[in-house]
């Protein structure tokens, strides 16, 4: 089973900066990677397939690179709406997919 | 517009079962896979089980095999989990969710809201 480990768990951002968010697999996924967005009581949102794709209606501040096993979420400018729990998900190696624990973007 | 509804959670004794439903909508049902991933309060995520499209190939977590079915009709628009043997650790928030492509390698792109199930005595 392939493990996907996030970093850092929580991160403290500022409206209006810059987020990276890391994701790594314990071997290599190719480019069949995803990233997630969850608020608290709702469902996870897609936001990148395919390492780098951006899902419909996603805004462009979300950017996703990484091929093999590093992997990066870069949110450029960070809004309000954007405070979140944010997850990576490998779909290489599978059953199982799996996902990293996530990591909390909340407001500095 | 794409809806997943799901249905059929609730508390229930370990050993039980309960039957997970999906109503589907928005969407040509049949043309994509389709997979089931809980979240357990307070938890991360975790995929338990997918299907094709076709429903020719199912696939399941380590954790639910032998315990869990997946299924679907595709005349009914609907996907179904068959759990059997719950135990405690099955308790968890349960999403149906779309996946990309007809295939089950693929990322998800529609998740419906999620059903309750706790197992408890």
């Known amino acids: 089973e392939i493990v996907m480990t996030q970093s850092p768990a929580t991160l403290s951002v500022s409206p209006g900066e810059r987020a990276t968010l890391s994701c790594r697999a314990s071997?290599?996924?190719?480019?069949?990677l995803a990233w997630y967005q969850q608020k608290p009581g709702q469902a996870p949102r897609l936001l990148i397939y395919g390492a780098s794709t951006r899902a419909t209606n996603i805004p462009a501040r979300f950017s996703g690179s990484g091929s093999g096993t590093e992997f990066t979420l870069t949110i450029s400018s960070l809004q309000s709406e954007d405070f979140a729990v944010y997850y990576c998900?490998?779909?290489?190696?599978?059953?199982?997919?799996?996902f990293g624990q996530g990591t909390k973007v909340e407001i500095k | 517009e794409v809806q997943l509804l799901e249905s059929g959670g609730g508390l229930v004794q370990p050993g039980g079962s309960l039957r997970l439903s999906c109503g589907a909508s928005?969407?040509?049902?049949?043309?994509?896979?389709m997979s089931w991933v809980r979240q357990a309060p307070g938890k991360g995520l975790e995929w338990v089980s997918g299907?094709?499209?076709?429903?020719?190939?199912?696939y399941y977590a380590d954790s639910v095999k032998g315990r869990f079915t997946i299924s679907r009709d595709n005349s009914k628009n609907t996907l179904y989990l068959q759990m059997n043997s719950l135990r405690a650790e099955d308790t968890a928030v349960y999403y149906c969710?779309?996946?990309?492509?007809?295939?089950?390698?693929?990322?998800?792109?529609?998740w419906g809201q999620g059903t309750l199930v706790t197992v408890s005595s």
């Open positions: 928005g969407f040509t049902f049949s043309s994509y896979a």
């Open positions: 998900q490998q779909y290489n190696n599978w059953p199982p997919w799996t």
């Open positions: 299907i094709s499209g076709s429903g020719g190939s199912t």
């Open positions: 071997q290599s996924v190719s480019s069949n």
């Open positions: 969710a779309k996946m990309l492509r007809i295939v089950v390698v693929a990322a998800i792109d529609y």
